[in-house]
């Protein structure tokens, strides 16, 4: 009987877990930047494009994720450390990182036009504003 | 069945107060290190993002090993910031190594922005098997 209840609590965890996660990470886009601040992210603007920077040490091209939709953007990815059995740990500073984080941008951006390169461990995207979003002088008969 | 009140905190880089001025106007952080030692060596790994390998010092004076990084603040230079969440800075740590390290034969790498440090030990410090006859 016991074993019934574990697996009910376990299942009910889980899923609000999952969910938790989800609104930290902000899937949902309703703010600027969800709860989790992994990885720290900076967003600085050149000209009238957006250019994104993060801090991935030790982060392979293959493990990192990038999406985006409209105005938002979305990043994931992971690095697991790892070392020998028979390697004792004296200090240990350096984390994992799991990370899926979605931000709103201050403006919508043409997917077919984003740069990203990720170098020494720093991230940097390159994003164009969309040209359906530029605003649009109207002239006055 | 209660959530848990996860109290939300920032993982900043951490940054050093120094009581010696620098000439430089930069903010410097101490990077996270792991240390892990096997039968014959110590390894060392420093998360340095932004560092390449031409920007790295590392001295060994005495016993101590002063390990520096610096980052390249020029491209950032027409950048007007929008949202930051962090600082960019250099990095520096040192460390005290015991005697059980042979000095000639440290070898460093970086990449990715992770930088590897190999200190042999010193072979008379290694583990010996003896053999029973």
Known sequence: MFGNLTNAFERLLSIQDA?????DANY????????????????????DNL???????GLAKEDLKIE???NLFRISGERKLSHDK???VHRKERKDYNFDRTMKLPFKVDPDKVEAKLEDGVLTVE???????????VFVN | MTAENKEMTVEGKKEIQSKKEQTIPCKVYSPLTDIMETQKELLILMDMPGVNKDQIKVKLEKNILEISGQIN?????????????YNLGNYTRSFEL???????TIEATIEDGVLKLILSKVPEKQPKLIKVG
């Open chain 1, 19 to 23: 969910v938790e996660s989800a609104r």
């Open chain 1, 28 to 47: 949902f886009g309703l703010d600027t930047t969800g709860f989790g601040v992994t990885p720290p992210i900076d967003l600085f603007k050149k000209d």
């Open chain 1, 51 to 57: 250019i994104l920077v993060s801090e991935l040490p």
């Open chain 1, 68 to 70: 985006i939709k409209d």
């Open chain 1, 86 to 88: 028979e390697t004792s």
């Open chain 1, 127 to 137: 994003l164009t504003r969309a040209e359906t979003d530029k605003p649009r002088q």
């Open chain 2, 73 to 85: 603040t020029a491209k950032y230079g027409d950048y007007k910031p929008i949202y930051t969440e």
């Open chain 2, 98 to 104: 015991s005697n059980e390290i042979d000095q000639s």
